[in-house]
Nanobody, 118 residues
Framework: QVQLVESGGGLVQAGGSLRLSCTAS????????AAWVRQAPGKAREFVAS????????NYADSVKGRFTISRDNAKNTLYLQMNSLKSEDTAVYYC???????????WGQGTQVTVSS
């Protein structure tokens, strides 16, 4: 069973930084495009950022562009999200997602809480 495990969430003051990690097991992460998605209380899940299998193509939501950076280390089977200049509106549970490049399969992590105090 493929597992994605997020870590790195926590409580941070506005203007601070956090780095989220998502480590995959029982799969080869380089076979998957990956993304970060977040869900704030009472709101729908929201796309944050995505990255291609090689890392050569990245996309960001307008709300995080210029502040967040998605990256991956396929040798470590790990996806990252560097979050700088955090705002209170970034408070949410952050989930990583891996979507296979060939077969219609995708996996989700269990989520990690990010809380930004103003």
């Amino acid at each position: 069973q493929v597992q994605l495990v997020e870590s790195g969430g926590g409580l941070v003051q506005a203007g601070g930084s956090l780095r989220l990690s998502c480590t995959a097991s029982r799969c080869t992460l380089s076979d998957y495009a990956a993304a970060w998605v977040r869900q704030a209380p009472g709101k729908a899940r929201e796309f944050v950022a995505s990255i291609s299998r090689s890392g050569g193509s990245r996309n960001y939501a307008d709300s995080v562009k210029g502040r967040f950076t998605i990256s991956r280390d396929n040798a470590k089977n790990t996806l990252y999200l560097q979050m700088n200049s955090l705002k209170s509106e970034d408070t949410a549970v952050y989930y990583c997602n891996a979507k296979h490049s060939v077969v219609p399969i995708d996996y989700w992590g269990q989520g990690t809480q990010v809380t930004v105090s103003s």
